[in-house]
Each structure stands twice: as structure tokens, then as C-alpha cells.
């Protein structure tokens, strides 16, 4: 059983930044891809951002290229999201998730463990 604890959110300014941080805890942190979900008042959860089980490779949602890195440390047990040039349609709680085994997705139903979410919030 994987336990995944979100840190990192808060309240910024369209332009800001922000980092994010998922701790796993209780299974073996490198048999699992990682992924970032978000989901804003009244939508579906949506996927964001995953990170294959060594880091060497990773995917974005097209509306978060080019703003948003995942990276991972394993040693650390930890996925990070920097988010860079929030927006404000970037307002949603963020989620990790993680995947065991190789294959990297981007649905939630692929998803074994989940975290409890951190809330994100950028004025205008």
C-alpha cells in the first residue's frame, strides 16, 4: 500500500510560480510511474503531467507545455511539479498519483494510489 501526501499549493498571482511535492511512503517509490491530476470546481479530474518509473521520461497535457516540469527523485521518494507562468484557469486542486509497472497513462482509471490533494489558486 502506497501512501502519497501533497504539499506546495496555495494562493499566487497570474505570472507566479509555484512547486509542488508528493511524498510517497510504504512501497517501493521506483517500481511506480508518477503522475499530476488536477481537478477544478465542477469539472472531471484531468491529467497534467507523468514521469516514467526512472524520470527519463515524461509527458505533459498540452495545456500545461512548455509552463510545467515534472521531475522525481527517488532516492527522496518524492515527485515535484514546478509550475511556472500560472494562469488562472490553472485554479484546481492537484493530485499525484502513482502507477505500478513500466507503462506510463494518462487516465485516471490507470492510477492505483492517490493523494488527498493540494488546492491551487492563482488571481487574475
Do not use: H
Request: charged share 20%.
Amino acid at each position: 500500500q502506497v501512501q502519497l501526501v501533497e504539499s506546495g499549493g496555495g494562493l499566487m498571482q497570474a505570472g507566479g510560480s509555484l512547486r509542488l511535492s508528493c511524498a510517497a511512503s510504504g512501497g517501493t517509490f521506483s517500481s511506480y510511474a508518477m503522475g499530476w491530476f488536477r481537478q477544478a470546481p465542477g469539472k472531471e479530474r484531468e491529467f497534467v503531467a507523468v514521469i516514467s518509473r526512472s524520470g527519463g521520461y515524461t509527458y505533459y497535457a498540452d495545456s500545461v507545455k512548455g509552463r510545467f516540469t515534472i521531475s522525481r527523485n527517488n532516492a527522496k521518494n518524492t515527485v515535484y511539479l514546478q509550475m511556472n507562468s500560472l494562469k488562472p484557469e490553472d485554479t484546481a486542486v492537484y493530485y499525484c498519483a502513482a502507477r505500478e509497472g513500466i507503462v506510463v497513462r494518462t487516465t485516471t482509471r490507470d492510477y492505483d494510489y492517490w493523494g488527498q490533494g493540494t488546492q491551487v489558486t492563482v488571481s487574475s
